[in-house]
Nanobody, 125 residues
């Protein structure tokens, strides 16, 4: 079992950048495919990005392509999400999640087994 803790959220202006980090404990991240999801008020949780066990494969939601980058740091056992060119519609609580079972990258939240508590990102216009 792995425990996940997100950090790095905050308030930023439109066009700004933030870097989210998800620290894992209990098991090393090469055991998991990792994903970032977000949930805005009144909306369903949506997929943002995913990365494979060894970091060689990534997948992004259309809304994140070209602006966000997901990465793994195996030395620190963390997953990062670099977010650039932020827009007000990126405002949400961001969650990292670990998928132990799948052999391919997943965008459906039900495929993920472990979740962090989330970190708030607010983009002002």
């Amino acid at each position: 079992q792995v425990q996940l803790v997100e950090s790095g959220g905050g308030l930023v202006q439109t066009g700004g950048s933030l870097r989210l980090s998800c620290a894992a404990s209990g098991r090393t991240l090469d055991n998991y495919q990792m994903g970032w999801f977000r949930q805005a008020p009144g909306k369903e949780r949506e997929f943002v990005a995913a990365i494979s066990r060894w970091g060689g494969g990534t997948n992004y939601a259309d809304s994140a392509k070209g602006r966000f980058t997901i990465s793994k740091d195996f030395g620190k056992n963390t997953v990062g999400l670099q977010m650039n060119s932020l827009k007000p519609e990126d405002t949400a609580v961001y969650y990292c999640a670990a998928d132990f079972r799948s052999s391919t990258l997943q965008s459906r939240s039900v495929r993920y087994d472990y979740w962090g508590q989330g970190t708030q990102v607010t983009v002002s216009s």
